[in-house]
């Protein structure tokens, strides 16, 4: 086991290398100067613009660019962003509000969506089946800007419930909707695969064996039914946390949410080259984590997998 | 609470009180199945009772009802069932029940063994857990008490390990464990009542002569009714004291074991016992008297045959061979074999980290044209990986193998050459459903062989075509339909015909009749039988069954943990089997008729006995 994940960890060198080499040649090859964002209208003397290169290593060939880059983040210096921030401190300060809205949009998925799509599994044909079906195909449809401008205007504008977007503090309250919208469209995919899982256990032989051992319906379906139903599911769970961590670029536009999503946004309209790399690259690495996270939790579903 | 054995008083069920009524009576009974919004008949008007210590089977063939009409006792159909009629379990009416009620008696009065304990059992739990459920369910214990008592259940079903056993996932059990586990399970709480669905259905011939020799010994012990489902005839003879044989919903006989073996009365109980493949019966009329040869093989006496009568058996055993012998000797094959392996292993190629796997190693066998060759043994011995690797599914790990005069051990599996080779091989495969495409009409599937081959086109493939369905016996105008509109001995049969097509030297079946139901199995083991004698193709014929290859095989080679034990022809294993390996197997095969089988199961102990 621990070699496993000992094993795991290294996969992630490679993967680090051959994303942040992907993500710097496409930086590299975006066209027009990059000093010319950092001055912005009025431009800069040559000296500057010279200075400027100098400092960001722009004059430098690609290779010799990347590997400084890389000498940079290997000793924990991920340089400063066009404004002369340091960007360890930007993304210090955005990721924690990105973790908190993932987190909150990944428990709301994954409650609402178990338990609706359990509870249709059970009554696959009825009422409550169908319905939520169409529901869900609809949340599926309808793209998620739509959703969540209209959820913005009615629940935040007109029934005033919430504040229609979010400030600097990024307080639980204050995310709920947007957490709402985020995780809306994963909760139709977690309910149709609950529903899909458990149609499939339901039926089982070793269901019916809890039954006939005398189990009363409700052990049946939470101890028997629901454990094995969830392997499928934790899966989807994983790769989502890893994508809800990657900052929702146009539900943080929504709503004003200071997180990693508008940051990356930003960096990528100013140009921002180190920026960008710096954010996709530690997003990177928190997906790595959590899809390893998500193989852990997998192999103690099912004691049928096991790593070695 | 109940006398609980379990609960270490001591009890035997010696000193329980004489059976009074029927533990379970059931009258007039009928299942439904809605389906289409109509309802279906499975079990129609259905009266039988079991008593305490008495084993009453079920038998009939799939689709009879026998096991809907045993889980409708527990309310365990699905929810497109209407049940009728009357369950009275200890005199109290089962399906007019409350939800609650129902749950008070399953598990604790009344307990299930299914059929395929892999699936049976929850694989995200250990057995222990679903043991101590069960208990801690019906009895108020406390934790340690539960595990106590689920440690000797786990002991009383004679696993070697319980300990382990308790703390082991199903998964990284053996079959036979893992039906005793759920039997463990099953008799949690003194049952009353134990209904057992096919629970030998899975299992290897020697475990499942464990798993009823289990039985055997729980029902007296724990005197309890059992219903016992099933569609072997063998295990039937074992276990059961008396019969209902059912046929599409109705029970169309019952009586004693003894009535039903002996005298059948129902056409369709005839027809079901004339179908058994019966070892020693073989194909002509010379029976072999398998439980004498094992006897004087292995110099054991029977108390219950007199030593005198064994002996005499004996010897007529040996005489025939004898006989068999001498006429062998005269036929000597003169023909290049057509299969020649020498010192072969084959090995299932390494994947990723999982290491190679050594399936088979030093084999040695030879396959002359015309000669049909039994491969037999349990799950594991390596036999369906022979049988592959001689159609190039597999390579060849070391040795020699020689298919219709070309060494095929060192072509790879897309070669040229290979290629050449399988238009030689034809090949039946176990399941027939899935072994043929779906979306292919079945002429199609019959003919695709040749047409790759090249051998015919046009009108001329359509005639072959034709005249192959006719071999086989199945009508012309079958040819434009599907799959999934034949039945399984049907499928089979296209089956047989499409590894037929290109005429092959050589055949290799595997397991072709282990899917089907006995009267199904008995029409197409005949079909294959008339088809080898008329187009003289030689046939390495995989099997775990021993009656099977009784009937068909001239020779017969025996695998055990990836070797051959033991090789000879069908007389001399059948008559005078040497390795103590094929005489456990061979003793191991119940006999569908209760005396011979008890003749058998005392020979199968002291077998056992002296080899431990």
Redesign the interface.
């Known amino acids: 086991m621990v070699w496993y994940i000992v094993r795991r960890v290294l996969q992630l060198v490679p993967v680090f290398l051959g994303a942040t080499l992907l993500v710097y040649f496409l930086v590299f090859s975006l066209p027009g100067d990059a000093t010319a964002a950092i001055c912005g209208e009025r431009g800069c003397t040559p000296a500057v613009v010279a200075g400027l290169r100098e400092q960001y290593n722009l004059d430098q060939p690609f290779w010799i660019q990347y590997l400084l880059y890389l000498k940079g983040v290997l000793t924990f210096d991920l340089g400063v962003n066009f404004s002369g921030r340091p960007i360890a401190t930007i993304i210090a300060e955005v990721f924690p509000t990105t973790a908190k809205l993932a987190i909150m949009a990944l428990v709301i998925e994954a409650v609402f969506g178990i338990v609706f799509g359990l509870i249709a599994g059970l009554r696959k044909g009825r009422l409550f089946d169908s319905s939520v079906l169409v529901v869900s195909l609809i949340v599926i449809a309808v793209p998620i800007f739509v959703l969540g401008f209209l959820m913005q205007f009615l629940i935040g504008v007109k029934l005033q419930w919430t504040n229609p977007t979010v400030s600097g503090d990024a307080t639980v309250t204050e995310l709920l909707l947007p957490a709402v919208v985020l995780g809306l469209v994963s909760f139709a995919y977690v309910l149709r695969l609950t529903r899909t899982s458990v149609i499939e256990n339901v039926?089982?032989?070793?269901v019916?064996?809890?039954?006939?051992?005398?189990?009363?319906r409700r052990r049946v379906v939470v101890?028997?039914v629901l454990?094995?139903s969830l392997i499928p599911v934790v899966t989807f769970l994983g790769a989502d946390l890893g994508a809800l961590m990657g900052g929702a670029i146009v539900t943080e536009g929504i709503f004003n949410v200071n997180g990693v999503g508008n940051t990356l946004y930003r960096a990528v309209l100013n140009g921002d080259g180190p920026m960008v790399v710096s954010i996709v690259t530690f997003l990177i690495l928190i997906f790595c984590l959590a899809n390893l996270l998500v193989d852990l939790l997998y192999a103690w579903?099912?004691?049928?997998i096991r790593y070695? | 609470m109940s006398t609980q054995v379990i609960g270490g008083t001591g009890d035997t069920g010696a000193d329980l009180p004489a059976p009074q009524g029927p533990v379970l009576e059931v009258r007039n009974l009928s299942v439904d199945f809605g389906v289409d919004k109509k309802w279906v008949p499975a079990a129609i008007d259905l009266n039988y009772e079991v008593r305490a210590g008495e084993v009453l089977a079920i038998v009939g063939e799939s689709g009879s009802g026998k096991s809907a009409s045993s889980m409708s006792l527990l309310g365990l159909l699905p929810s497109n069932s209407r049940v009728t009629g009357e369950v009275l379990l200890n005199g109290k009416s089962v399906l007019t029940m409350s939800a609650a009620r129902l749950r008070q008696i399953r598990g604790n009065d009344v307990a299930v063994i299914f059929q395929e304990p892999m699936t049976a059992l929850n694989p995200v739990y250990t057995v222990g857990f679903q043991i101590i459920e069960t208990l801690r369910l019906h009895n108020e214990i406390s934790p340690d008490e539960a595990k106590q008592r689920a440690l000797r259940l786990l002991q009383m079903v004679e696993l070697p390990d319980p300990d382990k056993a308790f703390r082991s996932y199903p998964h990284q059990l053996s079959g036979g464990q893992r039906q005793r586990a759920m039997i463990a399970q099953s008799l949690s709480c003194d049952p009353k009542l134990l209904i057992a669905d096919e629970p030998t259905t899975a299992l290897d011939v020697t475990v499942q002569a464990e798993i009823l020799d289990l039985m055997r010994n729980l029902r007296t012990k724990l005197n309890s009714a059992i219903v016992l489902i099933t569609h072997d005839m063998g295990v039937v003879a074992d276990l059961a004291d008396r019969i209902a044989v059912m046929r599409q919903g109705r029970i169309v006989e019952t009586g004693t074991a003894e009535q039903i073996f002996r005298n059948p009365q129902h056409e369709y109980t005839k027809a079901l016992l004339a179908a058994v493949p019966h070892l020693g019966q073989g194909a002509g009329d010379d029976d072999v008297d398998i439980t004498a040869a094992l006897a004087a093989a292995t110099h054991t006496e029977l108390q219950t045959v007199d030593p005198g009568e064994l002996e005499r058996r004996a010897h007529d055993v040996l005489a025939q061979l004898e006989e068999v012998e001498q006429e062998a000797s005269h036929a000597t094959p003169g023909a290049a074999p057509v299969l020649e392996l020498i010192d072969v292993a084959i090995e299932y190629p390494k994947q990723g980290r999982v290491p190679a796997f050594r399936a088979v190693e030093d084999a040695n066998l030879t396959v002359y044209p015309g000669q049909v060759i039994g491969l037999v043994g349990e799950s594991g011995s390596g036999k369906t990986t022979i049988g592959r690797a001689a159609v190039g599914l597999l390579p060849v790990a070391a040795g020699s193998m020689k298919v219709v005069g070309t060494d095929i051990s060192g072509f790879r599996p897309t070669s040229k050459e290979l290629a050449k080779v399988r238009r030689h091989v034809g090949m039946v495969f176990q399941d027939p459903s899935s072994s043929l495409n779906p979306r292919l009409p079945i002429g199609e599937s019959i003919g695709e062989p040749m047409y790759l081959a090249g051998e015919a086109k046009g009108g001329e493939l359509q005639k072959r075509i034709e005249a192959l369905l006719d071999q086989v016996e199945l009508p012309r105008a079958y040819r434009n339909r599907y799959p999934h509109e034949l039945s399984g001995g049907q499928k089979q049969r296209v089956g047989i015909a499409r590894a037929l097509s290109l005429k092959p030297k050589l055949m290799v079946a595997d397991e072709p009749t282990s899917a089907l139901d006995v009267s199904v199995q008995a029409k197409v083991l005949e079909l294959f039988q008339n088809l080898q004698r008329e187009l003289g193709f030689a046939c390495l014929f995989v099997t775990h069954d021993l009656a099977v290859v009784d009937v068909l095989a001239d020779y017969i080679c025996v695998m055990q943990r990836g070797r051959i034990v033991e090789q000879g022809a069908r007389d001399q294993i059948l008559r005078n089997p040497q390795n103590p390996y094929t005489q456990r197997l061979l003793a191991a095969v119940p006999l569908p008729d209760p005396e011979k089988q008890r003749e058998r199961r005392e020979l199968r102990a002291k077998l056992l006995a002296t080899t431990d």
Do not use: C, F, W
Request: avoid cysteine.
């Open positions: 039926n089982a032989d070793y019916r064996t809890a039954t006939a051992k005398g189990l009363s101890v028997h454990r094995n579903l099912d004691p049928r070695a």
